[in-house]
């Protein structure tokens, strides 16, 4: 299975739409089914469930084959990634996880202070999740999150905080709370 068929797997795993898979790696539709089914074609069975156009799934070997690939698959894309950051005088990546709603100069001030004391290390940024923002931490996907507190499962883990703010609330003057 070529490298480039295994992306095209993991992509429709996550989109679960060829036209999109398609769009997200900048290749034609055609491609991707091609793909899809040479792989059918190697297995001897269907990965992908088409019986419905608007509901496409994986079958249960595509399941465990996305399973089973998406480690392998990440573990050389970072191998890729180390070599090529070496190769530039790059010393490491931070993976930092944030809430969109935290987009702000501060951020941008936080991590140029981490580029300017940490020179040769890059800093990756990765939205998550309001609903379950510590789930990125949990399953190692990103080192550090920038988080507002509290969030779930704070508890689970180590926290300094780097910034606050006053929050203030407005209320009419005759309000029964004023």
Not at 101 to 118: P, V
Not at 158 to 170: A, C, D, Y
């Amino acid at each position: 299975m070529a490298f480039k068929d295994i992306e095209i797997l993991l992509t429709l795993a996550e989109e679960l739409h060829f036209g999109r898979t398609a769009r997200r790696l900048h290749l034609s539709q055609a491609r991707i089914s091609q793909s899809i089914k040479t792989q059918e074609r190697r297995f001897g069975a269907a990965l992908v469930d088409r019986s419905s156009y608007r509901n496409m799934q994986l079958t249960a070997l595509g399941e465990q084959l996305v399973a089973d690939l998406r480690p392998a698959y990440q573990r050389i894309v970072d191998a890729l990634d180390s070599a090529q950051r070496a190769a530039q005088g790059v010393r490491g990546t931070i993976r930092v996880g944030f809430v969109s709603a935290m987009a702000s100069e501060d951020i941008a001030r936080i991590i140029a202070g981490f580029t300017r004391r940490r020179p040769g290390w890059t800093v990756s940024m990765r939205q998550v999740q309001p609903c379950d923002p510590a789930a990125v931490l949990a399953s190692g996907s990103v080192d550090v999150a920038l988080l507002r507190v509290p969030f779930p499962k704070q508890r689970q883990f180590s926290s300094m905080p780097l910034l606050t703010e006053e929050r203030w609330v407005m209320l009419p003057e005759r309000h029964k709370l004023a």
